[in-house]
């Protein structure tokens, strides 16, 4: 299940499950489906996905759900534990930094090549 957020709305949520905050001015829908995550025992009841899994309940998500949730600024939830799923990068203040790569190695010539 997808849940339109903006990035104001998705650090509001991790904000409160933090218990940074009190409850804020959220999208009614939202803040419904937080509270009965919540109350069913779901703590936290947002969470990142890290590395294609779902950080609350430590399950690989199915493919097309993480590609989703790479692509489009949205909550997500869990097939699993059913919480709601962000992708930190998309909220994140600052990009993060690509990967480094691995340099390349030099070719070294064949040992049955002769000069």
Not at 27 to 34: H, V
Not at 59 to 76: D, I, N, W
Request: aromatic share 6%.
């Amino acid at each position: 299940m997808k849940f339109e957020a903006t990035k104001t709305d998705i650090r509001a949520l991790v904000g409160l499950a933090r218990k940074n905050t009190t409850a804020p001015s959220l999208p009614r829908p939202l803040l419904e489906r937080y509270r009965w995550l919540v109350a069913a025992g779901r703590s936290p009841a947002i969470v990142p996905i890290e590395r294609g899994i779902c950080s609350g309940c430590h399950v690989r998500l199915p493919t097309m759900l993480e590609h989703q949730a790479s692509y489009a600024l949205a909550l997500y939830t869990c097939p699993h534990c059913r919480r709601l799923l962000y992708a930190p990068g998309l909220v994140d203040e600052e990009p993060r930094p690509p990967a480094a790569k691995a340099p390349r190695r030099e070719a070294t010539p064949s040992a049955g090549k002769r000069a």
